[in-house]
């Protein structure tokens, strides 16, 4: 994903103004309370001078020194309420970026999800909402509050004298010109600082997403080595970061100074000159001093825009990646249960090709009848599994269509299409929770007896016995705790509890021994009685008694038909099937193989 883009211009800036708008009233208030609080402050050097001109004059002093006193304290509680204030509405910008990137993420386009590492896209959840909180927020506040105070001054300092006004605003306009050359540093600093963040975070996902992997191959120095260099880099920007900011500070610390010594100069010749009251000047001095902190506060509230800006890019880019919008329809809440007879699921001359590769699928037309169970088998990358992502709108095809009782899915919402279907992944079916979680995660309203049926279906129910906590058992991160066979049953059990119009089966017996691969073709069996089946399987003898079987290479169809009839018509597939010692090798020369007659060999090891 590239970050550059907007990353200055004005679209960062209304982007961020965008997330503080739903809290504008909120953010008006804090404004509000610091204006206040500002403004008792503001007050003071004319009270200030109040009692010093009282002191000379000789008159009532008490009168402006409780009134001094009251507005210290009022300015105190006011600071005190308003920064609670402003801490409640950041909180509340941070929650509604992350709910909605959030929402966002989870309902990516699978293409998306394809081309982007998970780990950069949390870290924009995690990480850039933080930025992008205190510059919508506080930072907002703080430059608002900071250029009123600053313009309320000059307005007051103004009433105190002209020229003097005009000294002061000559020296911060200088240094005005010197920060704008500086503040858009840090929000390029910031944008790279946060890439980097993305690329830790996704490269300790793909660390610890294949964490075996990692250690069986002795990988860890290398993989560390990844993350080092953006952790580096993260640093480094970081740092560039930080000099920017410190600068800002040091010449809003400067710009006081320096307005001061030249406020001091010209007026201490004006009260030489007998042009200037000796009080004017220290009001005028006090003024000056008390600018120190609107401008501080201005040039802090700058750079935390900066940074924020340099942040929303990347959450602007995740609200802008493409949704699923049609996975939430309430109307579709009852979709499935149709209560009629399991469709038929038609593939109409179907092509499909993933972004910037060649064809996956040319062509391809069948039909599944309803209830009965169609078996895709061809070699590696023949386009299975792709048919199958088709068919739950993972992916929308080139050209064709694909229907499921008769209607074609692209008029579906993608709800509806899945609500229908059950799938069971060829890999990391089970997700972390316990195993009563993972049985009903789409099934919520499943009942006991129901759960209990399908576990004796898939013989889980012995699993679950020998557990202390049975159903409660935690099955750890992608059901660690399970072996591979058992989590491809728990997988399986899941999906018939939902009882489908369409079940999918990618390579669901790969992981089962033979008699747990008997049980499941009974379970299947008893499904298909109930609903579609279409399974994808390299082993063979698990779908010699499907009513279909279909030859898949290169994202064609070869050849269709049952097992005897693809035997006695198709090369390749006879081919697959002597490979499986499911039918006598065709090579007359070769010396058949231990358990080659067909029917003999229908559950091999292999
Ligand atoms: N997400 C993807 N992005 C790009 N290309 C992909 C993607 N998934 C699969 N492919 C490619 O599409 C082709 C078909 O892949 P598919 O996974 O459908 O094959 P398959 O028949 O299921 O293979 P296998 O039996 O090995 O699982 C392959 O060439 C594969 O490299």
Redesign the pocket.
């Given at each position: 994903m590239s970050d550059d883009g907007g990353a200055s211009g004005v679209r960062p800036l209304r982007a961020l103004l965008r997330q503080a708008r739903p809290h504008r009233l909120a953010l008006a208030g804090s404004l509000l309370l610091a204006l206040a609080a500002s403004g008792s402050g503001l007050v003071q050097p004319l009270v200030a001078r109040n009692v010093l001109d009282a002191l000379a004059d000789g008159t009532a002093v008490a009168g402006p020194l409780v009134l001094l006193g009251v507005l210290v304290v009022a300015g105190a509680v006011l600071t005190g309420l308003q920064s609670w204030w402003q801490q409640r509405t950041s909180e509340q910008v941070v929650r509604s970026i992350r709910r909605d990137l959030v929402f966002r993420l989870v309902r990516l386009k699978i293409p998306e999800l394809?081309r982007r590492p998970p780990g950069d896209l949390v870290a924009r959840v995690t990480s850039d909402s933080a930025l992008v909180q205190n510059a919508a927020t506080q930072g907002l506040v703080m430059i608002s509050n900071g250029l009123l105070t600053v313009l309320g001054a000059v307005v007051l300092m103004g009433t105190v004298h002209l020229g003097l006004l005009g000294v002061t605003l000559g020296v911060l306009c200088g240094t005005g010109a010197v920060l704008g050359l500086v503040l858009p540093r840090i929000r390029e600093a910031v944008a790279r600082a946060q890439r980097s963040v993305g690329a830790v975070g996704a490269a300790l996902d793909r660390s610890l997403g294949a964490a075996r992997t990692v250690k069986a191959n002795g990988a860890e120095a290398r993989e560390t080595a990844r993350a080092e260099a953006a952790v580096q880099e993260a640093y480094e920007a970081g740092l560039t970061g930080a000099k920017y900011v410190a600068l800002v500070q040091v010449l809003s610390g400067v710009a006081i100074q320096a307005a001061f010594l030249a406020v001091l100069g010209v007026g201490g010749a004006l009260v030489a000159a007998g042009d200037l009251d000796a009080s004017q000047l220290i009001a005028f001095l006090l003024y000056v001093f008390y600018l120190a902190s609107p401008i501080a506060s201005l040039l802090g509230g700058l750079g935390m825009l900066q940074q924020g800006l340099g942040a929303v890019v990347r959450i602007e880019q995740v609200r802008n990646l493409p949704a699923e919008d049609d996975v939430d329809l309430p109307e579709d809440a009852a979709a499935h249960t149709t209560g009629s007879a399991a469709p038929p699921v038609e593939f109409d001359a179907v092509h499909f090709a993933?972004p910037g590769?060649g064809p996956?699928l040319r062509g391809v037309a069948f039909t599944v009848p309803g209830g009965t169970r169609t078996a895709l088998v061809?070699l590696?990358?023949?386009?299975?599994?792709?048919m199958f992502a088709l068919l739950q709108r993972f992916y929308e095809p080139d050209a064709g269509a694909i229907r499921i009782g008769g209607r074609d899915i692209a008029g579906m919402s993608r709800a509806e299409v899945r609500r229908r279907i059950a799938y069971v992944e060829?890999e990391s079916p089970v997700m972390a929770g316990t195993l009563r979680e993972n049985l009903r995660y789409a099934a919520t309203g499943a009942s006991d007896e129901a759960i209990a049926d399908v576990l004796r279906l898939t013989r889980l129910d012995a699993l679950v016995a020998r557990l202390p906590d049975g159903l409660d058992t935690e099955v750890g991160n992608r059901g660690v705790a399970l072996s591979g066979g058992e989590r491809q049953r728990l997988a399986i059990a899941r999906a018939l509890l939902r009882e489908p119009d369409v079940l999918l089966l990618d390579e669901a017996t790969a992981q089962l021994d033979a008699s747990n691969e008997q049980a499941l073709r009974e379970a299947v069996d008893q499904a298909a009685r109930r609903c579609t089946v279409v399974l994808?399987a390299?082993r063979l003898s698990t779908v010699t008694d499907a009513e279909q079987i279909i030859v898949?290479q290169d994202g064609g169809i070869r050849a269709a038909g049952s097992h005897e009839e693809l035997v006695g018509a198709d090369a390749l597939y006879r081919e697959l099937a002597a490979s499986q010692m499911l039918v006598p090798a065709t090579d007359e020369g070769a010396p058949p193989g231990p358990g080659s007659v067909a029917g003999a060999g229908l559950h091999p090891t292999g």
């Open positions: 394809d993933y590769r996956a061809g590696s990358g023949a386009g299975k599994t792709t060829q994808i390299h898949l």
